[in-house]
T-cell receptor, first 114, second 113 residues
Framework: ETGVTQTPRHLVMGMTNKKSLKCEQHLGHNAMYWYKQSAKKPLELMFVYSLEERVENNSVPSRFSPECPNSSHLFLHLHTLQPEDSALYLC?????????????FGPGTRLTVL | GESVGLHLPTLSVQEGDNSIINCAYSNSASDYFIWYKQESGKGPQFIIDIRSNMDKRQGQRVTVLLNKTVKHLSLQIAATQPGDSAVYFCAEGGNRGSYIPTFGRGTSLIVHP
């Protein structure tokens, strides 16, 4: 276990549904991240939060909406998704944020959009 | 643009052999590099890292080599075991202060018993 948990592990949703992904870290870290992992593509950084403030939004469509209520919890709210949004969504945390920080990943949520 | 890439998408080895996974990067200002292992159904796990002021770092059965001249990174796994079968990613930590690490596409390591 890495100290980062994600729920649900699997999610199937229609294009008109609204759902949320949850991430929780038990490592006392100050930065949290959302990544998208599609088959045969590099990990794509979506959002970065440092001390509960969003510090990076990597040109992600507005149908993805992050929320970071405190340094231990991170949510990704989903609405009116498209089939091409089907992927593994990974959450990670790191001590302080920044490109030289080691990130610890959760197991991911496998999302399928019908 | 800046990129991190992997030379081979799949590497097959016999149990007990040594494995070498390669990675190229293009940002000469990068000063931190990480290798991650991702097993099926799990998120990436940190294996080993190296900073640009070093050219070699060893862990338990793993060694990372950094050649800044040709901007090349490699991960060596000694006495490869079936449990080493996974996808391995290199990541460029980027410049200090940057929040955006850059990940390679990944190499799938298959270990045959």
């Amino acid at each position: 276990e890495t100290g980062v948990t994600q729920t649900p592990r699997h999610l199937v949703m229609g294009m008109t549904n609204k759902k949320s992904l949850k991430c929780e870290q038990h490592l006392g870290h100050n930065a949290m991240y959302w990544y998208k992992q599609s088959a045969k593509k590099p990990l794509e950084l979506m959002f970065v939060y440092s001390l509960e403030e969003r510090v990076e939004n990597n040109s992600v469509p507005s149908r993805f909406s992050p929320e970071c209520p405190n340094s231990s919890h991170l949510f990704l709210h989903l609405h009116t998704l498209q089939p091409e949004d089907s992927a593994l969504y990974l959450c990670a945390s790191s001590q302080a944020g920044g490109g030289t920080d080691t990130q610890y990943f959760g197991p991911g949520t496998r999302l399928t959009v019908l | 643009g800046e990129s991190v890439g992997l030379h081979l998408p799949t590497l097959s080895v016999q149990e007990g052999d040594n494995s070498i996974i390669n990675c190229a990067y293009s940002n000469s200002a990068s000063d931190y590099f990480i290798w991650y292992k991702q097993e099926s159904g799990k998120g990436p796990q940190f294996i080993i890292d190296i900073r640009s002021n070093m050219d070699k770092r060893q862990g338990q059965r793993v060694t990372v080599l950094l050649n800044k001249t040709v901007k090349h990174l490699s991960l060596q796994i000694a006495a490869t075991q079936p449990g080493d079968s996974a996808v391995y990613f290199c990541a460029e930590g980027g410049n200090r202060g940057s929040y955006i690490p850059t990940f390679g596409r990944g190499t799938s390591l298959i270990v045959h018993p």
